[in-house]
Structures are given as structure tokens and as C-alpha cells.
């Protein structure tokens, strides 16, 4: 079994003084020019139009993120494959997403694979059984993660079963709490009648009741939530109500959202949440711009700094 997933994430942070989570959404209308050619692809193209198409579209979707892995594998807490932007190009895509998760891993980088999924019964342990299973022996998870985003609107009955994954395999869960799209306040903001509470406030609750059994040595449990970095007058409010829980915070760099906005997301070492940038990193630059890679490194580095600045203050 491996070890707790928030202890190993808290080594990780703490060992490469970052907490960058690198987001892979790969789409090849912006890939580097350099990239299409060498697999012979038209970045016009919306769909395949044979089997040798789509596998070198697959091919390609490999070699971008296995890429950004590389460059990025010392300045990334995580990386966080976002599985909608492998899924969209089929079956090759769906390869591609299981090569990019193990090569993460070799390198040592944590996967969150955002998937959102979630269901009941037999339904959702398949789910949690293909993605939160050990890593080895004939029960292996074929999409080998270290955590996986889930939706909680099942209730319990939903979540349960990929808890108990996370408690038999050291993995983790982050769970939607509030998002960072402005029209997810149509639901999250809605207030509860019987207590007065907004929804995403309730679901913090329960995320912290769900986790409160799977707390590690660094004092956060391995179940945790996603909390939109764009939503930054909420945030503190929803750190109190689940202080244990590892908050993933999405929509820093291309959404809007900035290091000041997080801030309160952190606990007073400077841990306990990691703040994700996809766009902002993979796409510095025009598909044309030479040392394109270069480029995605030097905006990792650039969203490294300015959050690890924000720790200092």
C-alpha cells in the first residue's frame, strides 16, 4: 500500500519549495507548429479521418505532455491530466492519458486526474476501482493516479465507495466544493432554508465529516476539496469549515485569479493547499514561437515564484 497521499504531497512541497500544480489540457489547435509536423497532423482538422490519423493524433497528445512533464517535473507539486481534453480524441487519446499518468509518476510527480466522476453503488466502485485501485498486482488501476476529482452530488452513497479506495490504497480525493466558473454560484450560492447555509458551505461540512478518519501525520486528510482560486472572498470562510482537508485550487494564470487571491487557503507553514495554472503554462506562447518548451518552463517558473513569494509574506 502506498503511503498517505497528503503526507506525500506535503514531502513533495516542502522538498521542492513549491506548490504549483501543473494542469494538462492538452489541445492541438495550440500546439507548437514543430510538434504537428513531426507527426504529420493539421491543426485544422477536427476529426480523423482514418486509424494512422488518429494514432499519430494520440501520438502527438504523448510527446506535447510527455514533454511538460519533463520540464516541469522540479518546479510541480502535481500534475493534474484533465481527462475531458484526452477523451475528445477518442481512443488514442484515452492511451495517450494512461502513457502521460505513468510517465508522471516515474518521475515522481502526483497525479490528480480531473475527471469528476461519480455514481452509486457497483457503478461507483467501478469508477473508483479504475482509477484509485492499487498500483500493482492484478487488481491494478488501469489509469494510475494518485488522486482524482469527484462530484458530491449523490450524497454520501456516491462518495463512500471512493473513500474507501483512498483509505486501502493511500490515495486521494478532491471533491467539488466550489468552482471557479462564475455560474457555478447558481447552485453553490444557493442558501439551505433549514440552516441559512449556502450549498458550497454545507458541502465543505461534509467534505471535512467524509475525511475526518483518513488525517495523515501532516495533519490533512486525504480526502479533500476543490475550491476555485477565483473565488477569493469565499475561501477563507470555506478553509474553516474543513481545516484538515487539502484544498486544490484551480483558475490561477488564465482564469484571472492571483497568488493574493489564494492566500487564505494556506495554514500559517505555508501548506495545506496547492494552486493549479493549466493555460497559463502550457501555452506561453504563439504555436510558432521557437523553444516553445523553453517557454513553458520559464511560466512554470514564473507561477512557482509568485506563489512561493505570497508563502513568504
Known amino acids: 500500500m502506498n503511503a498517505h497521499f497528503a503526507d506525500r504531497l506535503h514531502e513533495r512541497i516542502e522538498a521542492r519549495a513549491t506548490r504549483l500544480c501543473v494542469g494538462l489540457d492538452p489541445d492541438i489547435d495550440r500546439f507548437p507548429l514543430e510538434l504537428l509536423r513531426r507527426f504529420k497532423l493539421d491543426a485544422t482538422r477536427s476529426a480523423a479521418p482514418d486509424d494512422d490519423y488518429a494514432l499519430r493524433v494520440g501520438d502527438c497528445l504523448e510527446a506535447f505532455c510527455l514533454e511538460v512533464v519533463d520540464v516541469v517535473e522540479d518546479l ?4 493534474k491530466p484533465q481527462s475531458a481534453h484526452f477523451e475528445a480524441y477518442g ?3 484515452v492511451r495517450a492519458l494512461a502513457t502521460v499518468c505513468r510517465h508522471a509518476r516515474k518521475r515522481g510527480l502526483p497525479v490528480i486526474l480531473d475527471a469528476k466522476r461519480n455514481d452509486i ?5 467501478r469508477y473508483a476501482a479504475a482509477y484509485l485501485a492499487p498500483d500493482k498486482g492484478p487488481n491494478q488501476a ?4 494518485d488522486a482524482l476529482t469527484i462530484t458530491p452530488f449523490l450524497g454520501e452513497d456516491g462518495v463512500k465507495p471512493f473513500v474507501e479506495a483512498c483509505a486501502a490504497n493511500g490515495k486521494g480525493l478532491f471533491i467539488l466544493v466550489r468552482t ?11 442558501r439551505i432554508a433549514e440552516s441559512g447555509e449556502t450549498v458550497a458551505e454545507r458541502l465543505a461540512s461534509l467534505v471535512a465529516a467524509w475525511g475526518r478518519d483518513l488525517v495523515g501525520e501532516s495533519g490533512y486528510s486525504s480526502i479533500g476539496a476543490v475550491v476555485g482560486a477565483t473565488q477569493a472572498w469565499e475561501i477563507a470562510g470555506l ?3 474543513m481545516p484538515q482537508a487539502l484544498l486544490l485550487l484551480p483558475g490561477f494564470g488564465a482564469q484571472g485569479a492571483t497568488a493574493e487571491d489564494v492566500r487564505h487557503a494556506f495554514d500559517s507553514k505555508g501548506l495545506g493547499a496547492i494552486v493549479n495554472s493549466s493555460r497559463g503554462v502550457l501555452y506561453p506562447c504563439g504555436p510558432e514561437a521557437p523553444d516553445y518548451f523553453g517557454k513553458v518552463r520559464a511560466a512554470a517558473l514564473a507561477a512557482r515564484a509568485t506563489i512561493q513569494e505570497l508563502i513568504r509574506m
Open 76 to 79: 510541480a507539486c502535481a500534475v
Open 91 to 93: 481512443p488514442q487519446g
Open 121 to 125: 453503488g457497483s457503478t461507483a466502485q
Open 142 to 145: 488501469p489509469f494510475a493516479c
Open 180 to 190: 471557479s466558473n462564475p455560474s457555478g454560484a447558481q447552485v453553490q450560492d444557493l
Open 239 to 241: 478553509r474553516e469549515r
